[in-house]
């Protein structure tokens, strides 16, 4: 494949001033939503679509690509939707519009879950605007932290943000080998279970794959060759004990971990998405890296228990660590524009 067509290249490489060429409102539409499709999801399924309609861009859940195993009341898939919404406002005002956001609280299929106006400005939210570079630049660390801190003027700066937010905040030091524990606790007890391994195995891909969606194997790890046979590994054997111990380490070298805490509505888990988007590309920003840690959300009892850890009046959604690393893992696939925009 070459990087024209290469789905973990092309998505990511967006000449911005194509923008300033394009004639008629529709395209320009299309244009924003090439950044909202750089947003994270549950094994990189992509769980959305788009219509457009005059001002307004329209987000549907795509509940084909649901993980009814890892995610049976579809919180993580929301919180993914709330992650595009993020991008498509943060481009949208880059390129000179304010956006407002009204969200469907009930679940009315076939109708979007959120709907985005957009009107020309030339006052932009520049709390948006300024994330725009990290957009691109986004991409989640899954190896080992190095063992340094955090910079403190950098701190200083994230521990502001963080505050700033009613939805996000720090594990604190004597939380944090009870939340590791709990991660410990919830490797284990997810790659026992052989319907979770044979729903992640059916999202994990050949590392050359032309797969558009879905997990290469190198992010586990798994180089050249031997990934064609990562599904069938992930599938056969549980390896619950080696991840585990695994990830206890990567959580004891990370700088730092943080918790983004929601209601479980719908609206409320679209906004804590949003809210997790603005927090991961202000630490792109900062040139801090960060990785997730959700395998303990997963788990009810264990999700309740870190909860009882972190003694915020809200439940947690989402657990990452965050630090430094040398490692460059490439990118994720991603579909294109036209198939996800009807």
Not at 34 to 50: D, E, I
Not at 53 to 69: K, N, Q, T, W
Not at 322 to 336: C, L, V
Request: proline share 7%; net charge negative.
């Amino acid at each position: 494949m070459t990087s024209t067509t290469n789905p973990r290249v092309a998505p990511w490489h967006i000449d911005e001033s194509e923008f300033f060429e394009i004639e008629g409102s529709r395209a320009q539409k299309e244009f924003l939503v090439r950044y909202a499709v750089l947003a994270p999801s549950g094994h990189n399924t992509q769980p959305w679509s788009f219509t457009i309609d005059g001002d307004e861009i329209a987000v549907h859940p795509d509940y084909s690509r649901r993980l009814p195993v890892a995610d049976p009341t579809d919180r993580e898939l929301m919180l993914s939707i709330g992650a595009a919404v993020t991008n498509l406002r943060v481009a949208a005002a880059h390129f000179g519009f304010e956006s407002t956001v009204l969200y469907e609280p009930t679940d009315d299929r076939p109708s979007p879950v959120a709907v985005i106006t957009l009107r020309e400005t030339c006052n932009p939210d520049e709390d948006l605007r300024k994330l725009f570079p990290a957009i691109t630049r986004r991409h989640t660390a899954r190896s080992d932290f190095d063992a340094r801190g955090i910079e403190p003027e950098i701190l200083d700066q994230l521990c502001a943000f963080v505050e700033h937010s009613e939805m996000t905040r720090f594990i604190l030091p004597q939380e944090r080998a009870r939340a590791a524990t709990l991660v410990e606790e919830a490797d284990q007890l997810l790659m026992h279970n052989d319907e979770w391994r044979s729903e992640l195995a059916a999202w994990v891909r050949p590392n050359e794959s032309s797969a558009a969606d879905g997990i290469p194997a190198d992010a586990f790890g798994i180089p050249g060759p031997l990934s064609a046979f990562a599904p069938w590994l992930i599938r056969s054997i549980d390896m619950g004990a080696t991840q585990a111990k695994r990830d206890r380490q990567l959580m004891e070298h990370a700088a730092g971990m943080i918790v983004v805490t929601s209601d479980d509505d719908r609206v409320a888990l679209l906004r804590a998405g949003e809210a997790l988007e603005r927090l991961l590309l202000f630490l792109t920003s900062l040139h801090v890296q960060y990785a997730f840690m959700n395998q303990v959300i997963q788990v009810p009892q264990l999700r309740r228990e870190l909860w009882k850890v972190i003694r915020t009046p809200k439940p947690p959604q989402l657990l990452i660590r965050i630090g430094y690393s040398d490692i460059r893992q490439r990118a994720m696939p991603r579909r294109s524009v036209d198939s996800v925009v009807g």
